[in-house]
C-alpha cells in the first residue's frame, strides 16, 4: 500500500486545452507532502512560536517538540545518542557545506569521494581539501575493492564522503563493508542519504556509518529541514559557519562565547514548522513498517523495469538484474533529444519526470560515454551561453507515495512517443533548452 500525499493526481493542462491527473515521477528530486505530515504542520501552527529562552506557553511547546525531534532523527537513523548529535540545516546540501567547514580540514587534507555523487557531496569538499575519486565503470557502479584501493593511495585521507544510494540510477553502494574498510583505515565515513533514507532502513552504528546527511523534501516533508547526525565532538569545539542570534551565550564588542552544540550550529531563528514536518515524516515511515514499504517498493521497481523494457529505441544507464536499486531509471530515446521526451510527456500526458544531468553531472558524462572531446565541447557551449543541445538523460523515479500505475501509464507514454516522431515538428527548442509546445497558449498559474 503506497503512502498517502497530497495533491495526489490533481489535474494539470495538457495540449489541447485538455486535463489530465498529474503523473508524479519526479520524487527524486523533491517528494509532495504526505497527508499525515501536512495535518501534523496543521496541528502544530496554533502552537508555532519562537524556540529557546521564550518564557510562553508557546514558546516552551516549540522548543520541547523541536528538541524532541532530534530523539526522533536520532533512533530513526541508528545513532548512538550517547556520542552523537542532530543539526537541522535546510537540506543536504547545506548539511554538507557545514560539515565540510566544521571538520576544520586544510589544503593538504584528502577527501575520497565518487564520481558517482551528486553535487553536494562534491563541490563543498574542493573548498577545503584536495578531493581524490573512485571512477564508476560503464553501468556507473563501483566495488568496494576499487574504494579501498583509492583509500590506500597516500596521503591517507581524512574523510570517505559517499552515496548511500544514486539519485541517477538508484544503484546502492555496499555502504556497510565499505564503511568497515574505511574505518579500519582511521577514515571519517560521511554518507549523503538524501535517496537512502525514504527509500531503506538506516542503522549508522550498525552500518559504521560516522556522519549522515538527509532532506526532509525527498521525505515527503517539503517544508524546508533536513538533518545532519555526527559525532558530538564534532561540534562542540571551534567556530560555526553562520554567526548570529542563537550561537551565542555571550557577545561583546571585541570578543564572542559561542554556545554549546548543536545549538552553535544552528543560528538564527531555527525552521520550527521544518522539523516538526520532518518529524512527522520519520515517524509515519517508521512506523508503517518497512517490510511493507520495502515490498512496495520492489513492485515500483519490478513495474519500472518491465515498462522500461517494452519501448522501443529506450535506452537505460545505470545497473540493471540483481543489482541493488531503488526504482529510479535514467534512459534516452534514440534519436529524440532527452529536453523533448520529457516536454512531450508533461505536455501530452500530464507525466512530471526530470531531465538534464541531475545535478550529477561527472556520473552523467561517465554513463553517457561522452569523451574528453565532447565533454569540452558542450562545457564550451555553457560558457558561451548556449544551453540549447546540452547532453543528459530523463529521469523517473518513485518513493513509498508512488502508485504502481503511475508506472504503467509512463510506459504507454514512452511507446507513443517513440512510435510517433513526426510530432517533434509541433515543438519549439527555446534558448534555455526547454522544448514548449509551438501553438502551446494555457498558463499554468491561471489553470
Not at 175 to 184: D, F
Not at 252 to 264: K, M, N, Q, S, T
Not at 373 to 397: I, K, M, N
Request: glycine letters at 10%; aromatic letters at 6%; charged letters at 20%.
Amino acid at each position: 500500500m503506497h503512502l498517502d500525499v497530497i495533491g495526489d493526481r490533481t489535474l494539470v493542462p495538457v495540449h489541447g486545452g485538455r486535463t489530465r491527473p498529474y503523473v508524479n515521477l519526479d520524487c527524486a528530486a523533491s517528494t509532495p507532502p504526505s497527508v499525515r505530515v501536512a495535518a501534523a504542520v496543521e496541528e502544530f501552527l496554533p502552537w508555532y512560536s519562537s524556540i529557546h529562552r521564550g518564557a510562553g506557553a508557546k514558546s516552551r511547546y516549540s522548543s520541547e517538540r523541536y528538541e524532541q525531534a532530534r530523539d526522533t532523527m536520532l533512533r530513526f537513523v541508528g545513532a548512538d545518542p550517547a556520542t552523537h548529535a542532530v543539526l537541522f540545516p535546510r537540506n543536504t546540501t547545506e548539511a554538507m557545506n557545514l560539515l565540510a567547514f566544521r571538520l576544520d580540514l586544510d589544503r593538504d587534507d584528502v577527501v575520497v569521494t565518487t564520481v558517482a555523487e551528486h553535487h553536494s557531496n562534491l563541490l563543498p569538499w574542493r573548498r577545503h581539501a584536495q578531493v581524490r575519486y573512485v571512477d564508476v565503470a560503464d553501468d556507473g557502479t563501483f566495488t568496494v575493492e576499487q574504494v579501498v584501493a583509492v583509500l590506500d593511495q597516500q596521503p591517507a585521507p581524512r574523510v570517505l564522503a559517499i552515496t548511500g544510494a544514486s539519485n541517477v540510477t538508484g544503484w546502492l553502494p555496499p555502504i556497510a563493508a565499505i564503511a568497515s574498510a574505511a574505518r579500519a583505515r582511521g577514515v571519517l565515513v560521511v554518507v549523503d542519504a538524501a535517496q537512502l533514507a525514504p527509500h531503506r532502513p538506516i542503522s549508522m552504528t550498525e552500518m559504521g556509518i560516522d556522519v549522515l546527511a538527509l532532506s526532509g523534501h525527498k521525505m515527503h516533508a517539503p517544508y524546508g529541514a533536513g538533518a545532519l547526525v555526527g559525532p558530538q565532538a564534532v561540534f562542540r569545539t571551534g567556530e560555526p559557519m553562520l554567526v548570529g542570534g542563537g550561537a551565542v551565550t555571550s557577545v561583546g564588542l571585541d570578543e564572542v562565547l559561542w554556545a554549546a552544540g548543536p545549538d552553535r550550529d544552528e543560528a538564527g531563528s531555527p525552521n520550527v514548522i521544518g522539523v516538526v514536518a520532518l518529524d512527522a515524516a520519520v515517524r509515519e515511515l517508521s512506523q508503517r513498517g518497512w517490510a511493507g514499504t520495502l515490498r512496495h517498493e520492489r513492485q515500483l521497481l519490478d513495474e519500472l523495469d518491465r515498462q522500461l523494457a517494452g519501448v522501443p529505441g529506450l535506452v537505460r544507464y545505470g545497473p540493471l538484474g540483481g543489482a541493488d536499486r531503488l526504482p529510479v531509471a535514467a534512459f534516452n530515446l534514440e534519436g529524440v533529444p532527452h529536453a523533448l521526451v520529457a516536454s512531450r510527456l508533461s505536455h501530452e500526458f500530464g507525466i512530471g519526470v526530470r531531465s538534464g544531468c541531475f545535478c550529477a553531472h561527472p556520473y552523467l558524462e561517465r554513463l553517457l560515454g561522452l569523451d574528453e572531446e565532447q565533454t569540452q565541447q558542450y562545457r564550451d557551449q555553457v560558457r558561451q551561453g548556449q544551453h540549447r543541445l546540452l547532453p543528459g538523460a530523463v529521469r523517473a523515479s518513485t518513493g513509498p507515495g508512488t502508485p504502481l500505475e503511475h508506472l504503467a501509464e509512463l510506459g504507454h507514454a514512452l511507446r507513443h512517443i517513440a512510435a510517433t516522431p513526426e510530432r517533434a515538428r509541433g515543438y519549439d527548442l527555446t534558448d534555455s533548452g526547454e522544448y514548449l509546445p509551438a501553438d502551446d497558449t494555457h498558463a499554468l498559474l491561471s489553470a
